[in-house]
């Protein structure tokens, strides 16, 4: 069975750091696209950055030049650095894993970020 594993959520001070980790099983890793997306109270989950097999990256606007999104295919596990973090950072952050060699979209089960004082 395919499942996501996510960890590294939690509570940060405004500028600070985390590291998100999301490792797969059931999957050609290599052979998939993932995503980190987020959701906020209220808000509609939206992408935050998204790493393809080849290695080529897109992230939205709000993040860019603040979030990382890495792989580590021998892993098996997609990561997303996070630094400068600020209050509008604050929410679930979830894994996504699209198959680039089937049709099929598969998510974590979505790890919590909190930003504040």
């Given at each position: 069975q395919v499942q996501l594993v996510e960890s590294g959520g939690g509570l940060v001070q405004p500028g600070g750091s985390l590291r998100l980790s999301c490792t797969a099983s059931g999957i050609i890793f290599s052979r998939s696209a993932m995503g980190?997306?987020?959701?906020?109270?209220?808000?509609?989950?939206?992408?935050?950055?998204?790493?393809?097999?080849?290695?080529?990256?897109?992230?939205?606007?709000?993040?860019?030049?603040?979030?990382?999104?890495?792989?580590?295919?021998?892993?098996?596990?997609?990561?997303?650095?996070?630094?400068?973090?600020?209050?509008?950072?604050?929410?679930v952050y979830y894994c996504k894993a699209d198959l680039n060699y089937r049709k099929a979209t598969y998510w974590g089960q979505g790890t919590q970020v909190t930003v504040s004082s």
């Open positions: 980190w997306y987020r959701q906020a109270p209220g808000k509609q989950r939206g992408l935050v950055a998204v790493i393809r097999s080849s290695g080529s990256t897109n992230y939205a606007d709000s993040v860019k030049g603040r979030f990382t999104i890495s792989r580590d295919n021998a892993k098996n596990t997609v990561y997303l650095q996070m630094n400068s973090l600020n209050p509008e950072d604050t929410a």
